[in-house]
């Protein structure tokens, strides 16, 4: 079964430092979303992209943040200067269509900001 | 406006018995509402879904009621089983913007 695959599944990082987050999407899929879960919090959306941009993003995903579709598989979220609140697991997110189709996750990515 | 709330934030339930887990919203624009289950260290994934158009959605186990006059919605999970173990999360999004606003999440444990 097709799935979303993102790496690494744990980041330790140091305060100031930059780090970027790996996901594969679905092949097929056009669709693409960064979420983020604060331990023991609600998942919140941070970004949605599709056709090579951003089509909408939330007040959590300021300047420090981006993302890119560098070739036809990849997907990667960037956070310039890491800040201890952005410790949180981050999901990554695909879907084949736009309206009310099923959005797959991936594992997630634990990000430790020290 | 944009808040999904989600009751309770966790539940203990039997073996055998009924888990109960309730959602509301207020953006009357909403017109997707799916439940994810999430396992530790693991993604959410998509259990069951409803659009508006219907009251009641079954499969298996799990069973949807949709009530669009007091925009509220609510899983049942029919003869829970310890493996039914995990955190519950509802959402909705509306068409025109795609993104999932989830609820608070219910951990749900099942004891045998």
């Known amino acids: 079964e097709p799935e979303v695959t993102q790496t690494p599944s744990h980041q330790v990082t140091q305060m100031g430092q930059e780090v970027i987050l790996r996901c594969v999407p679905i092949s097929n899929h056009l669709y693409f979303y960064w979420y983020r879960q604060i331990l023991g919090q609600k998942v919140e959306f941070l970004v949605s992209f599709y056709n090579n941009e951003i089509s909408e993003k939330s007040e959590i995903f300021d300047d420090q943040f981006s993302v890119e579709r560098p070739d036809g598989s990849n997907f990667t979220l960037k956070i310039r200067s890491t800040k201890l609140e952005d410790s949180a697991m981050y999901f990554c997110a695909s879907k084949i269509g736009s309206r009310n189709t099923e959005a797959f996750f991936g594992q997630g990515t634990r990000l430790t900001v020290v | 406006q944009q808040q999904v709330k989600q009751s309770p934030q966790s539940l203990i339930v039997q073996k055998g018995g009924i888990s109960i887990i309730n959602c509301a919203y207020e953006n009357t624009a909403f017109d997707y509402f799916p439940w994810y289950q999430q396992f530790p260290g693991k993604g959410p994934a998509l259990l069951i879904a409803?659009?508006?158009?219907?009251s009641e959605k079954k499969e298996g186990r799990f069973t949807i009621s949709f009530n669009k006059s007091a925009k509220q919605f609510s899983l049942h999970i029919m003869d829970s089983q310890p493996g039914d173990s995990a955190t519950y999360f509802c959402?909705?999004?509306?068409?025109?913007?795609?993104?999932?606003?989830f609820g608070g999440g219910t951990r749900v444990l099942v004891k045998p």
């Open positions: 959402a909705a999004s509306k068409g025109s913007d795609n993104k999932l606003t």
């Open positions: 409803i659009r508006p158009d219907v």
